[in-house]
Nanobody, 113 residues
């Protein structure tokens, strides 16, 4: 069955970096668009970054220039490199198989000021 397992979240000071990973299984990863989303307390889940094709990426304006989505098709894994983190980046981050109902369990990212 389809599985998406995130890791790499944690507590970091403002200005720091984290790299999230999402290990997948149960589908053909190399031809699947993947995305990262986040949900802060009291807010709706929002797009952070995604692949809209094998080579095209989209970013939320609030993270553009700071976050980078990447993938390793040999490991069936998608990554989110987050640099220059801000307290407003604090949220639960979810991996998503685009155009499907499959989501990971989420990983907490907390940025302290």
């Amino acid at each position: 069955q389809v599985q998406l397992v995130e890791s790499g979240g944690g507590l970091v000071q403002a200005g720091g970096s984290l790299r999230l990973s999402c290990a997948t299984s149960g589908f053909i990863f190399s031809i699947t668009n993947m995305g990262w989303y986040r949900q802060a307390p009291g807010k709706q889940r929002e797009l952070v970054a995604r692949f809209s094709s094998s080579s095209t990426t989209n970013y939320a304006g609030s993270v553009k220039g700071r976050f980078t989505i990447s993938r390793d098709n040999t490991k069936n894994t998608v990554y989110l490199q987050m640099n220059s983190l801000k307290p407003e980046d604090t949220a639960v981050y979810y991996c998503h198989r685009e155009a499907s109902t499959y989501w990971g369990q989420g990983t907490q990212v907390t940025v302290s000021s």
